[in-house]
């Protein structure tokens, strides 16, 4: 059992390709390989050293697997390994156009609060939004290898799908 590295990526860890576009069952399955082999029960009569060794490892294949599974995730990681911070807590400029959509779907939120097919429309709608920005963030990353427009289009992704949550806790309140 290797002990993880600072210089392994969460990709070769998981023996995937680096890229944006994964094989999400491939990603299952090798996980599973690897927590297989790490299980604490399997390393109970082991000593100390072998014990921690397997700790560090579930925990380094839980924080790899988490951050590949999710596509923001997955996106900022490939721009943070390519050298490319999305300062996510101090850069939150953004295109106008992106702004007004995003106030657009604020005012029909507040408008239409209390209507149930209004509300899914919208819904509709972002999710369309977001699964367009996925493809560009896609197209910047595994085809363009422009990772600072794919930090742009990320930070875009995360008010789209911060506002996607707002909008789900709102319908199922209606339900």
């Keep these: 059992m290797a002990n993880p590295s600072a210089s392994d990526d969460y990709f070769r860890f998981f023996g995937i390709h680096q890229q944006f ?7 299952d399955q090798a996980y599973l390989a690897i927590q297989k082999e790490v299980h604490p029960d399997r390393h109970a009569r082991g000593s100390e050293a072998e014990q921690r060794v397997a700790m560090q490892m579930a925990t380094f294949a839980n924080t790899a697997y988490q951050t590949l599974k999710n596509p923001i995730q997955r996106g900022l990681y490939l721009c943070q390994l390519h050298g490319v911070d999305a300062k996510l807590e101090t850069n939150t400029s953004m295109p106008a156009a992106f702004l007004m959509k995003q106030m657009e ?4 939120l507040d408008e239409q609060a209390e209507d149930l097919p209004a509300l899914e429309e919208l819904m509709s709608e972002v999710e369309q939004s977001k699964e367009n920005v996925l493809q560009e963030i896609a197209q910047a990353i595994d085809v363009a290898k422009n990772y600072t427009h ?7 992704l995360l008010f789209i799908d911060k506002f996607a949550v707002e909008l789900d806790d709102t ?5």
Excluded: F, K
């Design 21 to 27: 576009n994964i094989d999400l069952p491939a990603l």
């Design 105 to 108: 779907w604020r005012e029909s």
């Design 150 to 156: 794919a930090a742009e289009l990320l930070r875009g």
């Design 171 to 175: 319908i199922a309140a209606l339900i």
